[in-house]
């Protein structure tokens, strides 16, 4: 790891003072679980490392007018006890309990889940987001890519790491993000964007920005979230789906479907949101809504099991909505 | 000549119960020091350089940059400029500084000048490695050709067992010190008594100069019996820095790129049967690789070695890649999948059970009646007749099957001397230059020492991990118990025949009317003429009474105290979702021999160990290479997976402890049992599904693309 200079800021205007206009100037700390090992694997070296925990204003969960406010800094572990969300956002607790590791819950934060690098195992070996080799050919698309994109034509082909994404995507919440020359509030949906080049990043954060909280509407639809993965033990899904359906009596007014894992963003199964309208949520039109959501999955030499897994989360996830057995 | 055989399996007092590891606490508290955690005054720390290509020759290296970072104390190449070097992770250079941070920035500031060179990192597909395959020459006896044509039915079928990693949690490595001329070595090591004679010759000092400990270590499953290049380097480096002590540890992605491996398999097999199963001939055309040196064949047909009429065609893959290393029962867990994928795969098409099967061709093997002895109390544990059905037969989205795998092993004991010490106190020592590699040895010693001498365990000190302790073998091959329950032994019955005769004229009887019981020295079978343990050691005089005992690997036969020879066999329960491919264990059966039983807990906790590690091969485990890089992709603990305790469902053990296998004396455990559960977690998914996922580990994309469009409702 390279040496790096320690900021602690006590609050926002001495965490903006402290971070950088590149990233190589500072990196955010939250709860660590993703940035010492970047730096252990000099994947990032930033000059500075800023510490946000002790910045009061970012953590806390409350209901902040129509919308739940979560704070940036609120862990995994805090996000899965506080009962409002229990109550509203089953799917929101199914993916976080997804991280089936309490070390991991106890310091992973909401906004470090966002913000959190992906998991491409080309990246984290040092060959670039984009995954180049030495000729600056593309690795992924003829190397091992079991774990990569289904949607995406390139030339990013690694996945979002982000456990919350999805849910957060299909229930339509805002992501706040400050600066020292002020607010934004982008949704989460477009918090996360497909590099096209070297050298851009995997969210819509500049490295003087800092992710403040995140709102979710409060009106109630029937949420959930299904993941596939290998193991029980703490393990990276393989696939994710996310759904949140509004109700018109027995059937769905409007839904809203993300899937996670599948492609450099969190992917919107718009196909299959439009066909669920004015259905009822059966096995049927679940699997329908399966197989909508992946006809355009263009996957790779080694993932298109990915494509029947993410038919199959789809499935399973609005039925857990709906709370059908399958 | 005194009589050192063991006592009556019903006479033993020690021996047989379930002791719990005297180390326990001390592990499970974190008292316990690895060396690995050790910090002695003036550490530094050592970190390597190493290669980033799978194939490239040096051109140079200039270390001046790094050698110029404060706080570094010693640079050194392992290789010189012109040196080709064969696999990325390769020790190029090894350097020592007085922090972590300040060793790796030095590690960066290195620069090498490569000539990158092509490389095959991949060995699935034989047609893609060109002439990296070289033929092992054919094995044949009989006349398979006109056995297969004159079969009944036939099963041909191709079967893959990737390379896994041992994938210690201690890391390879050591804490290295000189004192003068004396170094003091604390290696992870799995051969306290051997190793400081290797690292003796590779650093050119006498092996009088070195001083081994190494009370406790963190895995090595058979990779950590060398010093290695690194414990070398470690020791100029140490040497170079004024005798500081060096601590060099492998982090985790060089510990699985470079500190061994277990090499792949693969095989086309064909197999010749009579209608009534009885099996007549064996094909098989395979390969492996476990590195730039290729890869042995696997003992296959395994177990069921007499398969009368049999044709072996093996090729050596050299990979650039980390090379092999012996790991737990070295070549048998893949032949023991491969076996037992092909048989049950021909079981189905005889449209018998896979037990059925295997019962009828017991006298294929070696040991016919311990092998349907065992296949019948695995199947009474596995309530196998009530969970077997046809391969595929079943309702619903999720499937259970169940699966066999059968094992078999040596695990004669090692050659080994331990040194038994009375003192005139009554105090008792045990020394060998033995080491406790996490099977529970320490434990054992003590219970042998204590049965020997009629004395609580609380009352003998076992004392192993030094090498200035009397030699004892490496702990590989399963040989450590039977070597050290045998020298502890006689070690322990030389001494009391010493203290017999030091009391004899008190008791009125010769020595050999002698014997010690409950500690207490009486007249056999009279405990009124008796004294104390302390009383008779007080006997002893000023001088302790020091007996040495042997077990000499030779003799071990006639002896009878140690043998060789150990069976086993397991079956496995799984869930499958045929949606996902995801594949649930529910439950394992092992049933497994292994002589006399010293202490069945200690020995079950070695065979549940195995089961998980079992787990992990047959479900989660493999290590990837990227052809284009040439790198393992997966050199970590997130991509390179193991099972948790949620993944591994139940395990039952069942030690087959009974007078037959007891009186064959001891036997080594620890491999025979790492063997059988892979074979029988893969046969498992097959009868599930009814469809035969042909490679290891079985992930969901193996099983969702051996399932293509069939579906299950």
């Keep these: 790891m390279q040496s790096f200079e320690y900021a602690n800021p006590a609050n926002l205007k001495e965490a903006f003072a402290a971070l950088g206009s590149t990233w190589e100037d500072a990196a955010v700390l939250a709860g660590g679980t993703d940035l010492l090992s970047l730096m252990k694997d000099y994947v990032q070296s930033p000059k500075r490392v800023v510490n946000i925990k002790g910045i009061k204003e970012l953590g806390g969960i409350s209901r902040k007018g129509g919308q739940m406010r979560i704070g940036a800094t609120v862990t995994l572990d805090e996000l899965t006890s506080n009962a409002a969300i229990r109550s509203s956002y089953p799917s929101l607790i199914q993916a976080a309990m997804g991280v089936s590791s309490p070390q991991l819950r106890n310091m992973g934060t909401v906004g470090g889940d966002l913000c959190q690098r992906p998991r491409c195992w080309y990246f984290r070996r040092g060959f670039g987001l984009l995954g180049k080799g030495p000729g600056g050919e593309a690795l992924v698309p003829n190397g091992e890519n079991k774990f990569h994109a289904i949607f995406s034509s390139g030339p990013a082909y690694f996945v979002s790491a982000s456990t919350l994404g999805p849910a957060l995507v299909a229930l339509g919440a805002t992501v706040t993000i400050a600066s020292a020359s002020g607010r934004r509030s982008v949704p989460v949906e477009k918090f996360f964007v497909a590099p096209t080049a070297d050298g851009q990043r995997e969210i819509d954060l500049k490295p003087n920005e800092l992710v403040t909280e995140i709102l979710i509407p409060v009106p109630a639809t029937k949420n959930a979230t299904y993941e596939v993965r290998q193991r029980e033990l703490v393990d990276w899904p393989l696939t994710a789906a996310s759904v949140a359906l509004r109700m018109n009596g027995s059937t769905v007014s409007s839904a809203s479907i993300a899937l996670g894992h599948v492609a450099p963003t969190i992917w919107r199964a718009s196909q299959a949101e439009k066909m669920l309208v004015g259905k009822t949520i059966t096995v049927e039109t679940a699997e329908a809504a399966g197989e909508a959501a992946v006809a355009n999955a263009t996957p790779l030499s080694g993932n298109r099991y990915k494509v029947q897994l993410t038919k199959v989360a789809v499935k399973r996830a609005l039925l857990a909505a709906a709370g059908i057995k399958a | ?713």
């Design chain 2, 1 to 713: 000549m005194p009589e050192y055989k063991w006592p009556p399996m019903n006479k033993r007092k020690i021996m047989g119960q379930r002791i719990s590891r005297l180390d326990g606490p001390a592990k499970s508290s974190g008292r316990a020091k690895y060396p690995s955690d050790l910090n002695p005054q003036g550490l530094l720390h050592g970190v390597m350089v190493t290669s980033p290509y799978a194939h490239a020759k040096i051109r140079s290296i200039d270390t001046s940059a790094a050698k110029a970072i404060p706080g570094v104390t010693a640079v050194r190449n392992f290789v010189e400029a012109g040196a080709e070097i064969q696999w990325a992770g390769a020790e190029i250079v090894a350097i020592s500084a007085t922090t972590e941070e300040a060793a790796r920035d030095a590690v960066r500031a290195v620069k090498i000048d490569w000539e990158v060179l092509p490389h095959v990192v991949k060995d699935e597909n034989l047609a893609k490695v060109g002439t990296r395959a070289k033929a092992a020459g054919e094995q044949i006896t009989g006349d398979p050709d006109k056995a297969l044509a004159e079969a009944d039915v036939k099963l041909e079928a191709d079967y893959g067992i990737p390379v896994i990693t041992h994938c210690c949690l201690e890391p390879h490595g050591q804490v290295i010190s000189w004192k003068g001329d004396q170094l003091d070595y604390w290696p992870s090591t799995q051969a306290v008594s051997t190793v400081a004679t290797q690292l003796a010759t590779l650093i050119g000092v006498p092996a009088t100069q070195i001083n081994v400990t190494c009370d406790y270590m963190g895995g090595g499953f058979g990779s950590k019996f060398p010093p290695d290049t690194w414990g070398a380097e470690a020791a100029k480096l140490s040497k170079e820095s004024g005798g500081r002590p060096v601590k060099l540890f492998l982090d985790r992605a060089t510990e699985l790129t470079i500190a061994g491996v277990r090499p792949s398999h693969y095989a086309k097999i064909k197999i010749g049967a009579k209608s009534d199963g009885t099996i007549t001939a064996w094909q098989s055309d395979s390969w492996s690789s476990g590195g730039f040196g290729g890869g042995g064949m696997a003992p296959i047909p395994y177990v069921f070695v007499n398969i009368p009429n049999r044709r072996n065609n093996h090729a050596a893959v050299a990979l650039n890649a980390g090379p092999q290393r012996a790991w737990r029962a070295p070549n048998h867990p893949q032949a023991s999948f491969l076996t037992c994928s092909a048989l049950t795969d021909l079981a189905a098409k005889l449209n018998m059970d896979p037990l059925a099967l295997l019962q009828k061709n017991a006298g294929l093997t070696l040991r016919a009646d311990t092998y349907k002895d065992q296949l019948n109390k695995a199947a009474e544990l596995m309530d196998w007749k009530n969970k077997y059905h046809a391969p595929g037969e079943g309702k619903g989205t999720i499937r259970r099957g169940v699966g066999i795998g059968v094992a078999t092993w040596g695990g004669g004991g090692h050659a080994s001397k331990a040194k038994l010490t009375i003192h005139p106190d009554g105090s008792v020592e045990v020394e060998l230059g033995s080491q406790d590699i996490g099977t529970g040895t320490r434990t054992c010693i003590t219970m042998v020492a204590a049965e020997s001498l009629g004395l609580p365990m609380s009352a003998v000190k076992v004392k192993v991990g030094k090498n200035s302790y009397p030699a004892s073998g490496p702990s590989g091959g399963s040989t450590t118990i039977g070597g050290v329950s045998t020298s502890t032994r006689k070690a322990a019955i030389n001494a009391l025949e010493k203290l017999f005769e030091k009391v004899a004229p008190s008791l009125g009887v010769p020595p050999d009317q002698l014997e010690a019981v409950d500690s207490r020295i009486q007249v056999k079978g009279n405990p009124n003429k008796a004294m104390s343990w302390k009383q008779a050691a007080q006997k002893i005089g000023p001088s302790p009474i020091e007996e040495m005992g042997e077990n000499v690997p030779a003799q071990a036969a006639r002896e009878g105290l140690n043998t060789l020879g150990a069976a086993g066999v397991q079956m496995a329960e799984v869930e499958v979702d045929t949606e996902t491919g995801i594949v649930k264990m529910r439950k394992m059966v092992a049933v497994q021999d292994c002589g006399l039983v010293v202490n069945p807990k200690t020995a079950e906790s070695q065979v549940f160990g195995a089961c998980i590690m079992s787990i992990c091969s047959a479900l989660f485990e493999e290590r990837v290479m990227d052809q284009v890089t040439g790198r393992v992709l997966n050199p970590d603990m997130e991509f390179y997976k193991l099972a948790g305790l949620p993944d591994i469902g139940e395990i039952v053990v069942h030690m087959d402890i009974q007078e037959v296998h007891d009186k064959r004396g001891v036997i080594g455990l620890g491999e025979p049992c790492a063997i059988g559960g892979t074979a029988a977690i893969a046969n498992a998914v097959h009868n599930a599904l009814g469809v035969r996922i042909p490679m290891v580990p079985v992930t969901a994309d193996r099983v969702l693309n051996a399932l293509g469009n069939k579906r299950y409702a």
